[in-house]
């Protein structure tokens, strides 16, 4: 199946660029289990970022009501012009997925959509970053990536994979691995083994809170590992040391306690205290 990718990539000219991630997948059974993951149906709509040569994009047109994909390298036109050739409910955006407003994506899937994309490896965080903080209409984000980023998205607190992207994937919802894939599945190799993650989306999971404020509260709460809780609030947010203490404990949190111990829950809460103990309530 790679020789054919091959094939296909010479026939129209195509090589390989390793500055946009460009390791595809060929094992059709694999994609297949891929495109299963997000369960759209006829109805639903799909997000892919990145199509590449169209192979998971043929999968997932083959499930959903609809496909929109984006692709950067416009060099891939004529591969996925002959990969898709069937496929009359794909639409393609050769531009940038990093440089469209969230406006504009959700728009394109005309209300509530699935994500489903073997992200390309150098914007994986920046990109499961946007849709967790900026997408409205999301319901899912079904997304192969490198095996360490899989470990930190699905990762327990208290544990070195802990940080500040795990309480932001459960700030909106929860996160677990699907599937892992060995790197001979690509096409070039690269040189880590990968793994899909599904982050459900949550409504209204934390209504309510100001998720902003929350985050600064969790970049605060792990901008050093080392430091506890309290100095991190204290050299972060300027806080002096007994208003540190007040909101720690009045968040319902032990004394001494690091950052990396909190769940998202936990953070909320603590942002809330914070509010509560600047305005001396
Ligand atoms: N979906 C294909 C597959 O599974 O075989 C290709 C996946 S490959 C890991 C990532 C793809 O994302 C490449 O085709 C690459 O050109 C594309 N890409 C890279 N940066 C992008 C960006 N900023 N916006 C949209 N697509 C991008």
């Known amino acids: 199946m790679a020789e054919s990718l091959k094939k296909l990539l010479s026939e129209s000219g195509v090589t390989l660029k390793k500055a946009y991630g460009q390791n595809f997948l060929t094992d059709i059974t694999l994609l297949d289990k891929i495109a299963e993951i997000p369960g759209a149906k006829k109805t639903d709509g799909v997000l892919e970022i990145g199509c590449g040569a169209g192979a998971l994009t043929s999968a997932l047109a083959l499930r959903a009501g609809k496909v929109v994909g984006y692709e950067i390298d416009e060099r891939l036109k004529p591969v996925l012009s002959r990969a898709l050739s069937g496929a009359d409910n794909v639409t393609l955006v050769f531009k940038d997925i990093m440089k469209e407003?969230?406006?504009?994506v959700e728009r394109r899937m005309g209300g509530e959509y699935f994500l489903c994309a073997n992200l390309p490896y150098y914007i994986t965080t920046p990109i499961i970053m946007r849709f967790l903080e900026d997408a409205v209409f999301l319901?899912?984000?079904?997304?192969?990536?490198?095996?360490?980023?899989?470990?930190?998205?699905?990762?327990?607190?208290?544990?070195?994979?802990?940080?500040?992207?795990?309480?932001?994937?459960?700030?909106?919802?929860?996160?677990?691995?699907?599937?892992?894939?060995?790197?001979?599945?690509?096409?070039?190799?690269?040189?880590?083994?990968?793994?899909?993650?599904?982050?459900?989306?949550?409504?209204?999971?934390?209504?309510?809170?100001?998720?902003?404020?929350?985050?600064?509260?969790?970049?605060?709460?792990?901008?050093?590992?080392?430091?506890?809780?309290?100095?991190?609030?204290?050299?972060?947010?300027?806080?002096?040391?007994?208003?540190?203490?007040?909101?720690?404990?009045?968040?319902?949190?032990?004394?001494?306690?690091?950052?990396?111990?909190?769940?998202?829950e936990d953070y909320v809460k603590l942002t809330e205290a914070i509010k509560n103990v600047r305005e001396d309530r």
């Open 101 to 104: 407003s969230m406006e504009s």
């Open 139 to 264: 319901r899912s984000m079904t997304v192969m990536v490198q095996q360490e980023v899989a470990e930190r998205l699905a990762a327990k607190p208290a544990t070195p994979e802990y940080g500040a992207i795990t309480v932001g994937v459960n700030l909106r919802g929860s996160a677990k691995i699907m599937l892992n894939v060995p790197k001979e599945k690509f096409t070039p190799v690269p040189k880590v083994d990968s793994a899909v993650v599904k982050i459900e989306i949550e409504k209204n999971k934390f209504a309510g809170a100001d998720l902003k404020e929350v985050r600064n509260v969790v970049r605060a709460g792990f901008s050093s590992r080392r430091k506890t809780l309290e100095n991190n609030l204290i050299n972060i947010f300027k806080l002096p040391r007994e208003k540190a203490a007040q909101a720690i404990e009045r968040a319902g949190l032990k004394k001494g306690c690091r950052g990396e111990t909190l769940s998202a």
